[in-house]
């Protein structure tokens, strides 16, 4: 059975895409049957209302033109994946889609990954940067047109980097995106140790301004933590929040189950 992500996909090879600024997305949706409209919505950021081979996507109006475009790609994923109902959505919103039960929007979400920053032009940018930073995935967002948060949970989900991408606020984590390769053991902490960097950001207001090296046992409970290090970089985010970026070393990758963790975590 075909993904989600390899419709999506598919549909930009089928559009015949072979750089990152050919991918218009009002184009694409147009080409698809679905008319983009903006208008402000309440209580969502995106809807969808379709009748046989024709639909009308609205999006509400953003600041952040990636946001706007990962909605419009979202409701444009509910239209090639799940044709028949109507949707209204909280698009691009990780504290609500990660956690959700409802598998249409996370198959939306991963169509609308996969739209905007397709494979095949993607993990070779990533590549030429070997562990990108903010800064370099911000330039990435700006190249691709999407939202930093798009671009960076994407970097985790490709698989490529021992990386984790996380949300955390003074009181805890909010969501965390780890790369599927990632070995179980490795299961950040709830709440935000008083070592990180990123607990210097929310508390005291310090800014991180690159990716610096952090003894595991601040982000990793394992009785084991304190031998490895990782990079941590953190920038402010929305809602008092602060977007968390962790490069694991290779060794932490092939490092023997925890099974103490394993009995916390059920206890």
Not at 90 to 107: F, I, Y
Not at 133 to 156: H, I, P
Not at 182 to 188: E, N
Request: some cysteine; hydrophobic content about 40%; charged content about 25%.
């Amino acid at each position: 059975m075909t993904s989600a992500g390899e419709r999506a996909e598919a549909l930009v090879s089928e559009l015949g895409i072979t750089s990152a600024h050919e991918l218009d997305v009002e184009a694409i949706a147009f080409d698809s049957g679905v008319e983009v409209v903006y208008e402000d919505l309440s209580g969502c950021e995106a809807s969808l209302v379709g009748f046989l081979d024709r639909a009308v996507a609205t999006i509400k109006p953003s600041a952040v033109r990636g946001r706007e475009r990962f909605s419009i790609a979202h409701e444009l994923g509910h239209w090639h994946l799940h044709r028949g109902r109507s949707f209204q959505c909280r698009v691009d919103d990780p504290s609500a889609n990660l956690s959700s039960d409802r598998a249409t929007e996370k198959e939306a979400d991963r169509f609308a990954s996969h739209l905007l920053l397709p494979g095949f032009l993607f993990k070779p940018r990533i590549a030429q940067l070997v562990q990108p930073s903010f800064q370099q995935l911000s330039a990435l967002a700006d190249e691709f047109d999407t939202s930093l948060m798009a671009t960076a949970l994407r970097l985790a989900a490709i698989d490529t980097l021992p990386v984790i991408v996380a949300c955390y606020r003074r009181k805890g984590i909010v969501w965390s995106m780890k790369a599927p390769d990632i070995p179980y053991r490795w299961s950040l902490n709830s709440k935000l140790d008083e070592d990180t960097f990123t607990y210097d950001l929310l508390n005291l207001g310090k800014e991180c301004p690159r990716l610096s090296k952090q003894s595991a046992d601040a982000w990793f409970e394992n009785d084991d933590a304190a031998e490895y290090e990782v990079l941590e970089q953190c920038i402010g985010s929305t809602g008092d929040s602060a977007l968390v970026l962790i490069y694991l070393q290779s060794n932490m990758m092939s490092a023997g189950s925890d099974w103490s963790v394993r009995k916390r975590r059920a206890a």
